[in-house]
Nanobody, 115 residues
Framework: QVQLVESGGGLVQAGGSLRLSCAAS????????MGWYRQAPGRQRDLVAS???????TYALSVKGRFTISRDNAKNTVYLQMNNLNPEDTGVYYC?????????WGQGTQVTVSS
């Protein structure tokens, strides 16, 4: 069974930075892609950034230039470096991994950006 464990969330002031981590229970080589999603209160869960097995990355327009997704295959971990945070970035951040038609979610980590 695949387990994804997020960490690194917290409370930060606007303009600050956080780095989220998503540690997988097994090798991330087996995943077609991994991504970070954000769910703000009362809103749907939206894609923030993703990274494919070959390293291709995609970003939501709202975070492009501020967030960077990366992966460390040796540590089976995917990261989301978030810079210049603003209050609109507040929400629960979830890690997701895809393997074929199956996908897996982590439990989420809260990010709160104060103005």
């Amino acid at each position: 069974q695949v387990q994804l464990v997020e960490s690194g969330g917290g409370l930060v002031q606007a303009g600050g930075s956080l780095r989220l981590s998503c540690a997988a229970s097994g090798s991330i080589f087996s995943f077609n892609a991994m991504g970070w999603y954000r769910q703000a209160p009362g809103r749907q869960r939206d894609l923030v950034a993703s990274i494919a097995g070959g390293g291709t990355t995609t970003y939501a327009l709202s975070v492009k230039g501020r967030f960077t997704i990366s992966r460390d295959n040796a540590k089976n971990t995917v990261y989301l470096q978030m810079n210049n945070l603003n209050p609109e970035d507040t929400g629960v951040y979830y890690c997701r991994a895809n393997r074929g038609i199956a996908f897996y979610w982590g439990q989420g980590t809260q990010v709160t950006v104060s103005s």
